[in-house]
């Protein structure tokens, strides 16, 4: 019974496609992550959402749309992806914002 | 923003010893957390200590946050143990900062049987 699933866990797909990643929680959680790993492991934020409003949109290039229909989802949304988009990306979930975070298994995004 | 510096880097373990891993951050927070993310790329929570000390297993946590620094400790460490180790922290004070879990870079952790 995941807490925080996202899917799918792997995507390989080439340049100029546009991509959804999904995100789901099934923890009553108000505050929702996205988060990008890089080739080096840092993890970046990207947007955080506190009941299905924009809190924190991080210096993130317009072609990446996060989308909350509900408190439960988050799912991001990429256009015209570029090899640099490469990387893991990660969803989360908190009770609230400021409080423990809880990770999704991580999406292997491969650009070619 | 809020600097986030884990130190070491990288520790080679052998089978059974001991270690400490520490995260320094160089403003106040509401929340600390450290994280293991394991060779298969999930990142699995370890301690959400804010303030004060905690004991999962071989696993403890203390955190000093009048003097900026957490510490992770693994004791009698096994293979299983290997992976990266990460701090977060929710910076303290500012809207702008609310909800945004700040990540330190790691420590790379290898333990050989």
């Known amino acids: 019974d995941t807490a925080v699933s996202q899917t799918p866990k792997y995507l390989v797909t080439q340049m100029g496609n546009d991509k959804s990643i999904k995100c789901e929680q099934n923890l009553g959680h108000d505050t929702m992550y996205w988060y990008k790993q890089d080739s080096k492991k840092f993890l970046k934020i990207m947007f955080s959402y506190n009941n299905k409003e924009l809190i924190i949109n991080e210096t993130v290039p317009n072609r990446f749309s996060p989308k909350s229909p509900d408190k439960a989802h988050l799912n991001l949304h990429i256009n015209s992806l570029e090899l640099g988009d490469s990387a893991v990306y990660f969803c989360a979930s908190s009770v609230q914002a400021d409080t423990e975070a809880f990770f999704g298994q991580g999406t292997r995004l491969t650009v070619v | 923003g809020i600097q986030v510096e884990q130190s070491p880097p990288d520790l080679i373990l052998q089978e059974g010893a001991n270690s400490t891993l520490r995260c320094n951050f160089s403003?106040?927070?509401?929340?600390l957390q450290w994280f293991h993310q394991n060779p298969w790329g999930q990142l699995i929570n370890l301690f959400y200590?804010?303030?004060g000390t905690k004991q999962n297993g071989r696993l403890s946590a203390t955190t000093v946050a009048t003097e900026r620094y957490s510490l992770l400790y693994i004791s009698s460490s096994q293979t299983t143990d290997s992976g990266v180790y990460f701090c977060?922290?929710?910076?303290?004070?500012?809207?702008?900062?609310?909800?945004?879990?700040?990540f330190g870079a790691g420590t790379q952790v290898v333990v050989t049987p």
């Open positions: 403003d106040s927070v509401n929340n």
């Open positions: 200590i804010p303030s």
């Open positions: 977060a922290v929710h910076p303290r004070g500012t809207t702008d900062s609310w909800g945004k879990l700040q």
